[in-house]
């Protein structure tokens, strides 16, 4: 992880700005972190330290079970939250969560500004409304399941977890992240390879028609 400094720190304060989302001067609290491609964010049961803004890159969301299996359960984008959680409630089972691509953060720290942001309407209102809507994308996605063929479900996880148009996701935490076979899934990939969609590289996959497989997961962002 890099922390930006100096020029380069109020370079990102000025081109992502984020004062609009609170009602107190919160740049002077603001640091920018620099997480690269599998790089964890937050440890899972390790309380985090800050509340983060993600202004570039993607994230995954992972979660341990208790039979020791882990499993993907959810993704991060640009201008969502991270440990938002954590700053509303003392006690909470913190998930894993790391970096799928170069990510970029504002990272606020507890310790300085935990109070003025639980004080701060406008700041909560804004939380208010992330929050709704990332409860709406949830129940959103196991809907997906069953109104959608994989064909549309896969293309939209490539382009989530694609970096620089390589996808290389497990295609066990593929399966189960879909829920779909192990069968059903290298059929559809070889399918896209024969279509052009994708070309096999080794154990990796290079996007070839980057809008071809928009187009399909289009359709379930319109629905």
Known sequence: MEIYKNEKRQ???????????FSFPIEEFIEVHEYKRDEWIIQEDKRPFYLFYVIKGKAKIYVTHQNGKVSLINFIN??????????????????????STKTICFALPFHRCRVQLLEDVTFLRELTKFLSLKATKMAAKYSQSLSFPLENRLAEFILQTSDEEIYKEKHVTVCEFLGVSYRHLLH??????????????????????HNSLYKLAEMLWNK
């Open 78 to 99: 640009p201008n969502d939250y991270i440990g938002e959680m954590e700053l509303l409630n003392e006690i909470y089972y913190t998930k894993g969560i790391q970096a």
């Open 188 to 209: 559809v990939l070889a399918q896209f390879c024969d279509k052009g969609y994708l070309q096999k590289e080794g154990r990796h996959y290079r996007i070839q028609q």
């Open 11 to 21: 370079r990102y304060l000025v081109e992502y700005s984020i004062a609009h989302l």
